[in-house]
């Protein structure tokens, strides 16, 4: 029997899953997909995970091509000399390459009392700590949201809709990335689901309390549960296996999304850092660099020279309740236009559009499971701004560097 290159996915998230599944389109690469838990974590569903609206799980069979190799297991550590990984029950499990996706998790709060008695959302077992803590306190308890991003606007909207009191603290701004115009009509929806919005300057958390939250300006916010959604951050597997990463902990890489210290090491996701550069953690980001990692394993495998990533956004869509929703469009470079379908006349439009997002995204997982290389974004899409930042480094890097021998 011939060689098959062993190629192995940390972490099955959407860029892992998108990865791994490309990867099958050689015969003669094996392709493993290591990942803590057996099933797949629709992470844009888990704000309906904890208020009982979905389940926000799809059996890994469903969206992994046929010949890929769930493998269950912990990574404790990269063995990047040895082409193998260290898993946490004792084992081993070696590699020809390696495709690290390994994602995000929620930030650890450096706010006193947070880490005690605030309730994170960034992964199926926080959301499966918080549900019945909900449920415990029932419907008339005080709760408070910290962090107004995507995340702590749909989880508000959420529990608002099923007529909990809640309250968002949103910081300087709720929902920073918005377009004024879309923000505004976030906010509208916000109030129109009872959520009281506590923004501006004075709008920061210095304490959570087992019944309260308080801030900066002396406020004690009454709150039976609280929910820490703000900011995330990223395991630390590379820095513990001795790779280089950003200050965040992302694996960095250049814009093939090769590792620095390892060409046989690719990153994609949340937790690459691209010529220190990262992409906005999302899922639409991480499908992109997932087959953008996948397509420099593949060049490499052909012994052609692999393409830089490009990943281009759309913009941002956010549920807001059940029956509500907002998109709001973007320009190239990720930037916020005028422009958004939502508002008191397209809220529903809104949220058939979200809901579109959340099934297409499983549903493109599928197809390249079925197809692998079918989903394909057009080059254009790309941002202008990153390439002028990469030609101002290459320009004023120093040329008359003597290298040490």
């Known amino acids: 029997m011939s060689h098959r290159t062993q190629v192995v996915v940390v972490g099955g998230g959407y860029a892992g899953v998108t990865a791994a599944n490309r990867l099958t389109k050689r015969d003669d690469v094996a392709v493993t997909l290591v990942n803590a838990r057996p099933t797949f974590v629709e992470r844009i569903r888990l704000h309906q995970r904890i208020a009982g609206s979905h389940d926000a ?22 063995d990047a000399a040895g082409r193998r990984l260290v898993l946490a029950d004792g084992g081993t499990l070696g590699y020809d390459y390696l495709v690290y996706a390994v994602g995000s998790t929620s930030a650890a709060p450096a706010v006193p009392g947070a880490a005690e008695h605030a309730y ?6 926080e959301a499966d700590r918080l549900a019945p803590e909900l449920a415990a306190a029932g419907r008339d308890a005080h709760v408070t949201v910290v962090g107004a991003g995507p995340s702590g606007i749909e989880t508000a909207s959420e529990l608002a809709e099923q007529g909990r009191t809640v309250t968002l603290v949103a910081g300087e701004l709720a929902g920073p990335y918005l377009h004024p115009k879309g923000r505004q009509a976030v906010l509208a929806q916000l109030v129109r689901l009872g959520v009281t919005v506590v923004d501006g300057p004075a709008a920061v958390v ?70 220190d550069l990262p992409f906005r953690m999302s899922c639409q980001a991480a499908g992109q660099l997932g087959g ?17 990533a490009v990943v281009g956004f759309v913009g941002q869509c956010l549920s807001l309740g059940r029956g509500a ?30 809901e579109l997002v959340c099934r297409s995204t499983v549903q493109g997982l599928v197809w390249e499971a079925r197809r692998p290389g079918s989903v394909r974004y057009p080059a254009f899409i790309g941002d202008p ?19 040490v021998a």
């Open 57 to 78: 799980v799809v059996d890994y069979r469903r969206v992994l091509a046929d010949a890929v190799r769930l493998e269950v297991a912990t990574v404790e550590r990269i």
């Open 206 to 275: 210095t304490a959570v309390t087992a019944d309260a939250v308080q801030l900066a300006d002396g406020r004690d916010l009454p709150s039976d549960v609280t929910i820490w959604t703000a900011g995330f951050g990223v395991p630390d597997l590379a820095a513990r296996s001795g790779l280089s990463t950003d200050a965040e902990g992302r694996l960095r890489a250049d814009e093939t999304l090769t590792s620095v210290d390892d060409e046989r090491i690719v990153a994609a996701g949340d937790a690459a850092a691209p010529s």
């Open 325 to 354: 929703g907002l998109f709001q469009f973007a320009r190239r470079g990720d930037v916020p236009v005028r422009a958004f379908l939502g508002g008191r006349l397209g809220a529903r439009a809104g949220a058939w559009l979200k």
């Open 120 to 125: 994170p959302l960034a992964s199926l077992e």
């Open 292 to 308: 953008a990692a996948a397509d420099t394993v593949l060049a490499r495998l052909a012994g052609t020279e692999p393409a830089p």
């Open 385 to 403: 701004r990153r390439q002028e930042v990469l030609r101002a480094r290459r320009e004023t890097a120093p040329h008359d560097v003597v290298p």
